[in-house]
């Protein structure tokens, strides 16, 4: 149990910390100004989609054996991490430029 428990749990903190940072560096990317609700909601949503991402890889993570091959499975997951948080804020980007070109100007 422990032997499992453990690298499940390194899993997900490391997940979550990859999906916070992969946010921190689309808004940075993106030069929009800071406003606080718009980048705690970024940060929120990359931690989300990293448990959901961590959820659907820990039990392959869990049962390599050798700690090499479990680094580069953690490596695997920081990348996938950030190609949906990439993908994220790519959809949300153009929605919001979609929007705004549908707005009615009075």
């Given at each position: 149990?422990?032997?499992?428990?453990?690298?499940?749990?390194?899993a997900f903190?490391?997940?979550?910390?990859a999906?916070?940072?992969?946010?921190v560096?689309?808004?940075?990317?993106?030069?929009?100004?800071?406003?606080?609700?718009?980048?705690?909601?970024?940060?929120?949503t990359?931690v989300?989609?990293a448990?959901?991402l961590?959820l659907?890889?820990?039990?392959?993570?869990?049962?390599i054996?050798?700690p090499?091959?479990?680094?580069?499975?953690?490596?695997?997951?920081v990348?996938?991490i950030?190609?949906?948080?990439t993908?994220?804020?790519?959809?949300?980007?153009?929605?919001?430029?979609?929007?705004?070109e549908e707005?009615p100007?009075p």
């Open positions: 149990m422990v032997e499992t428990f453990i690298p499940a749990v390194i903190v490391v997940g979550a910390i999906g916070a940072g992969w946010a560096l689309g808004w940075a990317k993106s030069g929009d100004a800071f406003e606080a609700k718009k980048f705690v909601l970024g940060i929120v990359g989300i989609a448990v959901v961590t659907a890889q820990v039990a392959s993570i869990v049962n054996t050798d090499t091959q479990q680094l580069y499975a953690l490596i695997g997951l990348l996938a950030g190609g949906a948080d993908l994220r804020t790519g959809i949300s980007g153009a929605i919001a430029n979609r929007a705004v707005k100007t």
